[in-house]
């Protein structure tokens, strides 16, 4: 069960081999975290994430395999890691996703599904999995990773930005849906962040790392917040830029 | 015969339900069952916990998902008997108790600081008062109480299955469900307590004070402040009584008057206003005062004069710290203080007491020597962490957490401070074979694995 200072004893992670999501993990076992379950597509990566959740204090760690890109397997996917956790699931944290290349995707149907589907759709599938059993709980936390990329989606990136405001939009009203239910849902809203991800592009103002976003998502548990923006700084810098005027916009989002 | 002192609501509902920190709540299927009904509840459901008035802390009285069987239809009180022994249903509450009895001349053997508990409550809890150095906890005056478990309905006592008896007793509810108890009640010729009160200007002193002269009343607190560091760390206010040999007229105790209707903005109980409130407390009392008339409500429970106080910490709530630790562990109290201040989270005037014996009980609280228990808001990153160097030092000395106050313990600390759990397990195994009694706490503790 989570303590009084949001510390689960058991986790589920789906999309548990991402970098953000290492780190979130090995910081929850260094507090209260035990019982985790890593779900994700690459198994090689998973396994070093396992590793890595042993060494920081886990007891029992699980694999669980999917591929985002195929919107059937969220539901096995949630049902097999809830059978391994086999008590309340105290954390799930969504952290699937894929950046993909805007320019090559955006002529490219076949890619533009893939983008809107691992980004929105096999989320939405699996929050409609977790959203029954944690109900029936009574108890519990859902930590869906979006992006402050998805608060102004920008030309360079509307594929993916796209899909995350539609997520993350829908998680607003599915926050709300849990109210009174024991169970509730957060918000994570990152802003450029060093990942494997990110390899290779152009940081963005206020970068951080893996390290810092996990930090921010820890302490956020503790707390009621619907949204937690990691740098917190992202929370007034898009409450301005979210209403700049579109050539303005545009124009910052030239040189990116 | 005995009556119902309240009527009963007849709904199953789904509520989310706190514990007195309000600090991670969950939902249940909650009912409000009469005595006959429990046992076939117990039969026919997978996960039952029942809960009295929500006043433990921290989770022990939540189960997420699960059915919870409040005792709120359980009322009936029996006449007093001329020996003071009483039969009470375990939704009788200790301000029932006092309401009744005291203007037959009887108060309640052991409160704690609210007269808002039921007696079944007080008995899982097994709750201890001013008086834990003469009198023990609640456990050690009941007579004899009616269980209902999965396997039977079972009466119990100190020598009837007194194995099961003393593990219901501070049980945390985990044994069954409390229907009935019979209370040995105190004889009393006043309606007041003569108190004397003494300002101490360190810890030392105090508990020199405390550690000398506490046998020679029955209710002895101190209020210690754990902000203020340097010479006067540990400051404290001691306060010890007894009941008043005669006068007064025996009036049962008023109602809270004003109540806190919402919660407040987190951050209004925060290091400042704490400070300046302990601070006041301690100008206001005074140096030395021998022989003040109180009343038992002033005495024994200041803080039901405000109803839903647990509201000023704000949304995010707050957690209570208790530890024992023997005598020969004196220097852990103090090293917990200094901890404690030294870390700069913010803590009210915290509660020191002199602890008895405990009872027999496998996860029996209380040992022979030092209580302290701290109220700490939820919020400052610090907090946490510095509960878990707390957690350390106490087992080191020896010493444990009350879990009727706790909300964030771990099972490993856990184990290793009860080390007496697996009798509890043992026991749990014959009564209850399918687990179905458990709780949130039984579950974060995994004192029950299911």
């Known amino acids: 069960m989570e303590n009084a200072f949001g510390q689960p004893q058991t986790v589920v992670v789906l999309g548990g081999s991402s970098d953000i999501a290492?780190?979130?993990?090995?910081?929850?076992?260094?507090?209260?975290?035990?019982?985790?379950?890593?779900?994700?597509?690459?198994?090689?990566?998973l396994r070093?994430?396992?590793?890595?959740?042993?060494?920081?204090?886990?007891?029992?760690?699980?694999?669980?395999?999917?591929?985002?890109?195929?919107?059937?397997?969220?539901?096995?996917?949630?049902?097999?890691?809830?059978?391994?956790?086999?008590?309340?699931?105290?954390?799930?944290?969504?952290?699937?996703?894929?950046?993909?290349?805007?320019?090559?995707?955006?002529?490219?149907?076949?890619?533009?599904?893939?983008?809107?589907?691992?980004?929105?759709?096999?989320?939405?599938?699996?929050?409609?999995?977790?959203?029954?059993?944690?109900?029936?709980?009574?108890?519990?936390?859902?930590?869906v990773i979006s992006s402050v990329a998805g608060i102004r989606v920008r030309r360079g990136s509307y594929l993916y930005s796209g899909a995350k405001a539609g997520l993350d939009r829908l998680c607003e009203g599915l926050a709300d849906s849990l109210i009174g239910t024991g169970v509730t849902l957060q918000i994570v809203r990152p802003g450029f962040v060093h990942t494997k991800m990110t390899t290779g592009l152009k940081p963005a103002p206020f970068s951080v790392d893996a390290e810092r976003v996990a930090k921010d998502i820890v302490s956020g548990l503790g707390t009621p917040a619907l949204v937690v923006y990691t740098p917190s700084i992202m929370k007034w810098l898009f409450a301005i830029l979210r209403h700049l005027p579109a050539p303005l916009w545009r124009k910052i989002n030239e040189e990116r | 015969m005995g009556r119902a002192l309240r009527p009963r609501h007849p709904r199953v509902s789904?509520?989310?339900?706190?514990?007195?920190?309000?600090?991670?709540?969950?939902?249940?299927?909650?009912?409000?069952?009469?005595?006959?009904?429990?046992?076939?509840?117990?039969?026919?459901?997978?996960?039952?916990?029942?809960?009295?008035?929500?006043?433990?802390y921290g989770d022990a009285a939540q189960l997420a998902g699960g059915l919870v069987l409040r005792n709120s239809a359980m009322t009936v009180m029996d006449e007093i008997a001329s020996d003071g022994s009483v039969w009470v249903d375990a939704g009788v509450t200790i301000d029932d108790l006092i309401r009744v009895g005291l203007p037959q001349g009887w108060f309640v053997p052991v409160t704690p600081g609210t007269r808002q508990v039921s007696v079944g409550g007080a008995i899982a809890a097994d709750v201890h008062g001013k008086n834990h150095h003469v009198d023990g906890s609640f456990g050690h005056h009941v007579l004899s109480l009616i269980l209902a478990t999965p396997t039977g309905t079972i009466t119990c006592s100190p020598t009837e299955r007194a194995e099961l008896f003393w593990a219901t007793v501070g049980g945390m509810g985990l044994t069954g469900v409390v229907l009935r108890a019979q209370i040995q009640l105190l004889a009393v010729t006043s309606d007041k307590v003569v108190v004397d009160t003494t300002r101490f200007a360190n810890l030392e002193a105090v508990m020199h004070e405390m550690?000398?002269?506490?046998?020679?009343?029955?209710?002895?607190?101190?209020?210690?402040?754990?902000?203020?560091?340097?010479?006067?760390?540990?400051?404290?206010?001691?306060?010890?009584?007894d009941h008043a040999e005669n006068g007064g007229e025996r009036q049962s105790p008023r109602d809270a008057k004003i109540g806190v209707p919402f919660s407040a903005p987190s951050g209004l109980l925060n290091g400042l206003s704490i400070r300046a409130f302990n601070e006041l407390w301690f100008r206001m009392a005074p140096k030395q005062r021998q022989g003040e008339e109180q009343s038992i409500g002033a005495f024994f429970h200041p803080l039901d004069g405000v109803r839903d106080w647990n509201r000023l910490y704000g949304r995010r709530g707050f957690v209570q710290y208790q530890f024992a630790v023997p005598d020969a562990a004196s220097e852990t109290v103090v090293e917990a203080i200094k901890l404690l201040a030294e870390s700069g989270v913010p803590s009210f005037?915290?509660?020191?007491?002199?602890?008895?014996?405990?009872?027999?009980?496998?996860?029996?609280?209380?040992?022979?020597?030092?209580?302290?228990?701290?109220?700490l808001p939820v919020g400052p990153t610090a907090l946490p962490g510095v509960l878990d160097q707390l957690d350390t030092l106490i087992l080191e000395a020896g010493g444990r957490v009350y879990l009727a106050k706790d909300a964030r313990l771990d099972p490993a600390t856990f184990r290793a401070m009860y080390p007496r759990f697996e009798e509890m397990l043992h026991l749990k195994h014959q009564i209850d074979p399918n687990t179905v009694i458990t709780s949130d706490l039984a579950r974060r503790l995994e004192l029950i694995r299911k």
């Open chain 1, 22 to 45: 290492r780190e979130v993990t090995k910081k929850l076992c260094a507090a209260r975290a035990r019982t985790v379950v890593l779900a994700g597509r690459n198994e090689s990566l």
């Open chain 1, 48 to 143: 070093e994430a396992a590793e890595e959740a042993q060494n920081a204090g886990a007891t029992s760690t699980h694999l669980v395999s999917f591929d985002a890109q195929d919107v059937t397997s969220a539901e096995s996917a949630v049902a097999e890691s809830f059978a391994a956790v086999g008590a309340p699931v105290d954390l799930v944290i969504i952290a699937v996703g894929l950046l993909g290349d805007q320019l090559l995707d955006e002529n490219d149907p076949a890619a533009a599904a893939r983008m809107s589907i691992v980004n929105y759709a096999w989320p939405v599938t699996a929050l409609a999995a977790l959203r029954q059993r944690m109900v029936a709980q009574g108890s519990g936390r859902i930590v």
């Open chain 2, 14 to 56: 789904r509520e989310k339900l706190y514990g007195w920190g309000r600090t991670a709540p969950s939902v249940a299927n909650v009912l409000d069952p009469t005595s006959d009904e429990v046992f076939s509840l117990l039969c026919t459901s997978t996960h039952v916990l029942s809960r009295g008035l929500g006043r433990s």
């Open chain 2, 211 to 241: 550690q000398t002269g506490d046998h020679r009343y029955r209710y002895s607190v101190a209020w210690v402040d754990c902000m203020t560091t340097g010479a006067a760390m540990g400051r404290a206010i001691l306060t010890r009584g």
């Open chain 2, 349 to 375: 005037l915290a509660v020191l007491k002199r602890f008895g014996e405990g009872t027999p009980g496998p996860l029996s609280f209380p040992m022979p020597g030092w209580t302290l228990a701290l109220d």
